[in-house]
T-cell receptor
Framework: SQQGEEDPQALSIQEGENATMNCSYK?????LQWYRQNSGRGLVHLIL?????REKHSGRLRVTLDTSKKSSSLLITASRAADTASYFC???????????FGTGTSLTVIP | KAGVTQTPRYLIKTRGQQVTLSCSPI?????VSWYQQTPGQGLQFLFE???????NKGNFPGRFSGRQFSNSRSEMNVSTLELGDSALYLC?????????????FGEGSWLTVV
């Protein structure tokens, strides 16, 4: 399977702390996207990072990409209770708009 | 701009029946893809359509089919439903032909097969 894996599977932190999630994948990619999913809802796009980029920021989010290690990380700074959700990385399959999703990290932010 | 709209949001079907799910992409988006999400298998790609043509298909049996209309709206159909088809079915749309563009997801259709 070319599905990626997120690490850790579950993460529980206090409000105000930073949360870091990692994603590993198996094949070369053109880009990688991070998504958030609240329980039972659809996926919300967070950041797209291309294979020639190493780091990208969006508000409290920072994404890094290391293509040599086939890994990416998502950092959420100053977490809030509203950040409680599952986070997924998705890598393109080099065929159209097909993506492989990781197994997800379940983040709980305790107020 | 309206997002990706999926209907119905929830439905319950009996084994052996068939179901049709509908997806309206973001206006102007020509690519529509479908994913199945289950606790055991995670998010798995079903198929993608671009300008009414199926471009990619995931590893699902032939009971899963789809189509896209000239207005980019898409439907997926599952025939002869099995208990294991119970899942959240997510539709996503994108403006581009290739993966360099953001894909946007709908809220999904929850299918329960009893």
């Amino acid at each position: 399977s070319q599905q990626g894996e997120e690490d850790p599977q579950a993460l529980s932190i206090q409000e105000g702390e930073n949360a870091t999630m990692n994603c590993s994948y198996k094949t070369s990619i053109n880009n990688l996207q991070w998504y958030r999913q609240n329980s039972g809802r659809g996926l919300v796009h967070l950041i797209l990072i291309r294979s020639n980029e190493r780091e990208k920021h969006s508000g409290r989010l920072r994404v890094t990409l290391d293509t040599s290690k086939k890994s990416s990380s998502l950092l959420i700074t100053a977490s809030r209770a509203a950040d409680t959700a599952s986070y997924f990385c998705a890598t393109d399959a080099n065929t159209g708009n097909q993506f492989y999703f990781g197994t997800g990290t379940s983040l709980t932010v305790i107020p | 701009k309206a997002g990706v709209t999926q209907t119905p949001r929830y439905l319950i079907k009996t084994r052996g029946q068939q179901v049709t799910l509908s997806c309206s992409p973001i206006s102007g988006h020509r690519s529509v893809s479908w994913y199945q999400q289950t606790p055991g298998q995670g998010l798995q790609f079903l198929f993608e359509y671009f300008s009414e043509t199926q471009r990619n298909k995931g590893n699902f049996p032939g009971r899963f089919s789809g189509r896209q209309f000239s207005n980019s709206r898409s439907e997926m159909n599952v025939s002869t439903l099995e208990l294991g088809d119970s899942a959240l079915y997510l539709c996503a749309s994108s403006s581009g032909m290739y993966s360099g563009n953001t894909i946007y997801f709908g809220e999904g259709s929850w299918l329960t097969v009893v």
